[in-house]
């Protein structure tokens, strides 16, 4: 009955380490403006502005970003790093996170509308590689964590 706690809370960590290390290509991204176009932290506030009803800047995205790789898909993967034979690792959270980056590039973006432009532009592929990082440091830190490796 400890182990279903313990791996939620893994991969919570390990979600948190993840999110931060996504933020990083996402911020020099921003800050370089190699996709003027590409605004994911944008996107996410645009959609709580929309669905919320309440106006909002970046710093909402910021902590959708957050909470979602946080307290969802985080520890969703402990959950199912805990059940894997070696208790997950980087690739495994990399191949974890190919399903928040599906569900991104085929529902968020329709849904802001923005989906034809994302594609002309190349952006589901940044948006892979920014899902990536995060999931191979997600599968990484729930390894480190896990005590019964």
Do not use: C, K, N, Q
């Not at 948190?16 to 994911?40: I, K, N, Y």
């Not at 898909?73 to 199912?80: F, Q, S």
């Not at 790093?81 to 928040?100: C, D, E, M, T």
């Not at 989906?115 to 948006?127: D, K, S, T, W």
């Amino acid at each position: 009955m400890r182990a279903l706690p313990l791996a939620l809370v893994r991969g919570a960590a390990g979600g948190a380490a993840g999110s931060l290390a996504a933020a990083v290509p996402m911020l020099v991204e921003r800050w370089t403006g190699l996709l003027p176009r590409f605004d994911a932290i944008g996107l996410l506030a645009g959609l709580v502005e929309r669905y919320g009803a309440i106006p909002v800047d970046d710093a909402a995205g910021w902590v959708a970003h957050a909470v979602l790789g946080t307290l969802v898909w985080g520890p969703l993967y402990g959950l199912i790093a805990s059940r894997l034979r070696r208790g997950g690792g980087p690739l495994a959270g990399a191949v974890f996170a190919l399903g928040p980056w599906l569900g991104m590039t085929l529902a968020l973006w329709p849904l802001y509308g923005s989906f034809p432009a994302a594609v002309a532009v190349g952006i589901p592929l940044f948006a892979l590689v920014f899902h990536l990082v995060y999931g191979a440091t997600l599968g990484w830190t729930v390894r480190r964590l896990a005590v019964d490796r």
